[in-house]
């Protein structure tokens, strides 16, 4: 250890040894090694007990900054910002989810300038959540005046936006083919969900068919376990421009006093013929069927079957699919050339072990990472299926079902065939070849098989000379019997 000898002087000059001792102590003490210390401060910290559930955060480490200094500059920055949800930041989120790179071609002034861009949140209070059913649907967004002033400001006409314009992959051309002609569509567009209590969720139901316009143009809202019963009127679980069909849980045919249920709703706008074939309710199994014909389906079609299902958890599944499997088929006896949609809660069963002709559409988990809900159609991806958020507390996705089905006239080719054209001249031809024919040289062929033979080669030659041929094109969609007297 090295001594200043200035110092040296002044301590034994004054015969002050201790001073000079103290001096030497404090210059050893403020070298520091900065892990060490930092080290320690954490272990003291951690040692103490917590502070009370009410006591304030930033009250205690302003009391105890000269003991936990560098503890104390990293609370002030991350406790400063408490996480909190209010109308700014659902703006920004909101922005996040636009400017995407799935949405890479919107325009920059679209989006926002210096006078505002087409962003905006809608806020509702809660009297306007409780008074949906009387609020019409205008009152909840911002006005389309409001809205086309916007875009006239952009120079941009509302009907001819460019983010409508633009088609980009294969989910996107379901979308826009849907969106195109949302009331006629090739196969009904199904809204699927395991409600769990559709009493207590029927105003967020009627706000999502309200605001997104998606919901409000599908065809059939399936709904199971919906807990209804007798008590409960139709008007109550009704949507406006819905036919209800429902089939309520039985205590005398299922032994269970609650949950169950299923409900089927049509659009009006899709089909207004729509009747309840059957409703079965059982301990094992649940269903309900409802023909449809609405005022398009492709020629391929005469009607729409749906049949929603539900499978509580504690069904044998082996029995429980070979009974559903034998009233599909039943079903599809009854009803030739009618398109037969199955879907529900299916839970862990699976309706193409005993019905190999029936596919899943649904390929997305509709219960964490499981896939509970189905939907099986006789055709091959006849549907997309797209995960939405729950209904409520419900621990079920919704999923929405966009057919991507193309009818038979739009998927193939139409083939072009040559077919006589029976003409009133062409005829008169035919008659008057026949009848200047001497039908007695055909009776010296002898055997009655070559006599058949040499007048039919005759007849067919008089009808090729005589009847012209013709171009026609024939349509995959048509039936044998189908001619143009009938269409």
């Known amino acids: ?51 009370g559930r009410t006591d304030d955060p930033l009250l205690y480490w302003e009391r105890h900054k000269c003991i936990y200094p560098n503890l104390y500059k990293l609370a002030i920055v991350y406790l400063c910002t408490p996480a909190s949800s209010v109308p700014c930041e659902r703006l920004f989120s909101k922005a996040g989810e636009v400017i995407s790179k799935k949405s890479s071609n919107l325009l920059g002034r679209l989006l926002g300038s210096e006078d505002g861009g087409l962003l905006c949140v809608i806020q509702y209070t809660r009297p306007e959540l409780l008074n949906l059913r009387s609020i019409s649907h205008s009152d909840l967004g911002p006005s389309t005046s409001l809205l086309e002033e916007k875009l006239r400001d952009l120079n941009i006409s509302s009907h001819s936006t460019p983010w409508l314009e633009a088609k980009k992959g294969r989910h996107s051309g379901t979308f826009a083919r849907f969106r195109r002609r949302p009331y006629r569509p090739p196969l009904p567009a199904l809204l699927l969900s395991n409600v769990r209590s559709l009493r207590h969720k029927m105003d967020e139901l009627q ?181 939405r958020a729950p209904l409520g507390r419900s621990d079920h996705a919704m999923l929405l079902l966009i057919p991507q089905y193309r009818q038979k006239v739009k998927s193939s080719k139409s083939p072009t065939k040559l077919v006589w054209f029976w003409s009133p001249e062409a005829i008169e031809q035919l008659e008057g070849c026949f009848a200047c024919t001497d039908w007695d040289v055909f009776d010296a062929a002898g055997d009655i098989d070559d006599v058949t033979d040499a007048v039919t080669s005759y007849v067919n030659y008089c009808v090729d000379l005589c009847i012209p041929l013709k171009k026609a094109k024939h349509y995959n969609n048509n039936k044998p019997w189908f001619n143009k007297d009938i269409k």
């Open 1 to 51: 250890m090295s001594y200043d000898p200035h110092i040296i002087c002044l301590c034994f000059s004054g015969n002050k040894l201790w001073s000079h001792l103290d001096v030497t102590v404090m210059a050893s003490r403020t070298k520091h090694n900065v892990t060490a210390d930092a080290t320690v401060e954490v272990q003291h910290h951690l040692s103490e007990p917590n502070i």
């Open 207 to 387: 706000l999502m068919i309200q605001t997104n316009k998606d919901y409000s143009d599908c065809s059939a809202i399936c709904l199971t376990e919906t807990w209804l019963d007798p008590s409960v009127p139709d008007q109550v679980v009704t949507l406006p421009g819905f036919t209800l069909h429902r089939a309520d849980r039985s205590f005398k045919l299922s032994r269970k006093a609650k949950g169950g249920g299923v409900c089927i709703m049509i659009n009006e706008r899709w089909c207004t013929n729509s009747t309840e074939l059957t409703h079965v309710c059982s301990p094992h199994l649940e269903y309900l069927t409802v023909k449809c014909r609405p005022s398009f389906l492709p020629r391929e079609f005469a009607s729409i079957i749906l049949i929603c299902i539900y499978i509580p958890p504690e069904a044998n599944a082996n029995t429980t699919i070979a009974e559903l499997a034998n009233y599909v088929s039943s079903v599809e006896n009854s009803h030739p050339d009618t398109a037969i949609i199955v879907l529900g809660d299916f839970n862990q069963t699976n309706l193409s072990s005993e019905l190999p002709g029936y596919h899943q559409q649904v390929t997305c988990p509709s219960r964490g990472i499981n896939t509970l809900d189905h939907c099986y159609t006789t055709i091959q991806e006849a549907y997309r299926s797209f995960p």
